[in-house]
C-alpha cells in the first residue's frame, strides 16, 4: 500500500505541540510534506529559541510517521527562519560540536556551480582512501546530489537504529548523500534554514564510525546557506575549486572570503579542467586557459593544491559511476587526484589547520 500525504496529515494530527498547545497540523508549522515511495520528509517551523522544546515534538512526530504502513523511512526537521539579517557572525562562544570518532572534516566548496565540485571531491574522497584514510562524504549539495551517480550506488542507506542511518560504501567510501532520501526536485525548494537542518542532520544521525576524513561536497555558491553550514560543521579546513577562467576565480575569491570570515582555514584551490588532454593524440590544449588558480592562490596567500586535467575520462567515468581515481588510479587522472589527496593530508597533518573558531549567534 503506498502512503499518501493525507496519511501522514492523519498520524500528525495526533502530536501535540508541548503544554496543551494545538496538534501540528492546526499549528501552521508543517512544511510541505514530501513523500517519495516509502520516505516521507517535512519540517517544522520554529523560532530559534524553541529548538530544545519542540525537539521532543519533532520525536513524536518522526515516530509516528515512522510507525505507518508504507513508510520505510521519516525525516523530520525543525527549521528556523532567521530574519534579513546579515549572518551571524563569528564570535567567541560554542565550539561547533565534534562529531566522535571522526577526526577530520574538510569542506569541499566553489563560489558557483558547474566547475566540477562534485566530481573533485568524489575523486578527492576515494583518493584519500586510496592513500590509506579511513573515508566518508557527505554530499551535501542538496540542489544537486550527484554522488549516487557518481557513486554508481543504487542501494539506500539502511536505517540502523531509530534516528541512524548507515552509509553505503562504495570504492573504500562511505557515502552519505541528500539524494538517497529525498526526492532532488523537493529539495530545490527548500529554503537556507531547511537546507542547514537536513544537512547537520545527516552529519550528526549517521553512523560513520571511524573515519580520518569526512569529505564535506557543499552546496554551490556562497550564500547565507553555506555560511550558516561552515560555521555550524566543526570543519578542520576548506578545499575550494575552480576552473582558470577569470569569472570562476572570482566566484573562488568570494569562497575563500566566506571560510575566512567564519575563521575555517583554507587548506588550498585546486584547478579543474585545467589543460585539456586530447584523449586521441594525448595533445594538450589551454581551453579555458591555465594556471590561473595558481595565481589567485598566490594573490590570497593560500596553498595550491593542483590541477585536474579538462578529461573526456573524467567525465564519462563520473556519469558512468566508476570514478576515475579507483578506476584508474595509475592513469594521468588518478594520479593528478591522488597528488592533490596528498596535498590535502599535508596541510591537515602540518596542522596549518586551527581548531573550528568559538561562535555565537548575535
Ligand atoms: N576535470 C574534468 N574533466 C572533464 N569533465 C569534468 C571534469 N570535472 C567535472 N567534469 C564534468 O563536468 C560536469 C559538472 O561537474 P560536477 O557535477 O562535478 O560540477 P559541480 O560543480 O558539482 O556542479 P553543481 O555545482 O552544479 O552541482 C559533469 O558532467 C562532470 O562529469
Redesign the pocket.
Known amino acids: 500500500m503506498s502512503i499518501t500525504t493525507s496519511d501522514v496529515l492523519k498520524a500528525l494530527e495526533a502530536v501535540n505541540l508541548p503544554d496543551g498547545g494545538p496538534n501540528l497540523v492546526r499549528s501552521g508549522r508543517l512544511s510541505e510534506i514530501v513523500v517519495d515511495g516509502g520516505r516521507v520528509a517535512f519540517s517544522i517551523a520554529i523560532s530559534p529559541k524553541e529548538a530544545m522544546a519542540l525537539e521532543p515534538t519533532r520525536a513524536q512526530a518522526e515516530a509516528a510517521v515512522a510507525a505507518l504502513r508504507g513508510v520505510d523511512q521519516a525525516l523530520v526537521m525543525l527549521t528556523a527562519e532567521r530574519s534579513q539579517t546579515p549572518p551571524p557572525r563569528a564570535k567567541t562562544a560554542t565550539t561547533p560540536r565534534h562529531i566522535p570518532g571522526v577526526r577530520h572534516i574538510i569542506a569541499v566548496a566553489?563560489g558557483k556551480?558547474?566547475?566540477?565540485?562534485?566530481?573533485?571531491s568524489a575523486n578527492l574522497a576515494v583518493a584519500l582512501a586510496q592513500l590509506g584514510q579511513r573515508v566518508g562524504l557527505l554530499d551535501a549539495?542538496i540542489y544537486?546530489p550527484?554522488m549516487p551517480k557518481v557513486f554508481g550506488i543504487t542501494e539506500k542507506p539502511r536505517l540502523i537504529g531509530p534516528r541512524t542511518l548507515e552509509p553505503v560504501t562504495a570504492y573504500g567510501v562511505k557515502v552519505m548523500s541528500i539524494g538517497f532520501l529525498v526526492d532532488p526536485e523537493a529539495a530545490m525548494i527548500w529554503r537556507g534554514p531547511m537546507v542547514i537542518s537536513a544537512i547537520t542532520q545527516m552529519l550528526r544521525e549517521v553512523a560513520w564510525g571511524d573515519l580520518d576524513v569526512l569529505v564535506v561536497d557543499m552546496p554551490?555558491g556562497t550564500g547565507d546557506a553555506q555560511l550558516t553550514l561552515s560555521q555550524q560543521t566543526p570543519l578542520s579546513g576548506a578545499v575550494i575549486v575552480s576552473t582558470p577562467q577569470d569569472l570562476a576565480l572570482m566566484d573562488a575569491r568570494r569562497g575563500v572570503a566566506m571560510f575566512q570570515k567564519v575563521e575555517v582555514p583554507i587548506l588550498g584551490i585546486i584547478e579543474?579542467?585545467s589543460t585539456f588532454i586530447c584523449p586521441h593524440c594525448g595533445g594538450r590544449s589551454d581551453i579555458f586557459g591555465h594556471g590561473g588558480a595558481r595565481q589567485e592562490a598566490e594573490k590570497l596567500k593560500v596553498p595550491f593544491l593542483g590541477e585536474?586535467?579538462?578529461?573526456?575520462q573524467?567525465?564519462t567515468t563520473?556519469?558512468s559511476g566508476e570514478p576515475i581515481a579507483a578506476t584508474d588510479p595509475e592513469g594521468t587522472h588518478g594520479k593528478a587526484y591522488l597528488a592533490v589527496a596528498d596535498q590535502v593530508l599535508r596541510a591537515l597533518e602540518a596542522g596549518k589547520t586551527r581548531p573550528a573558531p568559538r561562535i555565537v549567534i548575535e
Open positions: 566553489s556551480g558547474g566547475v566540477g565540485k562534485s566530481t573533485t549539495d544537486g550527484s554551490p579543474n579542467m585536474i586535467p579538462l578529461a573526456m573524467i567525465r563520473s556519469d
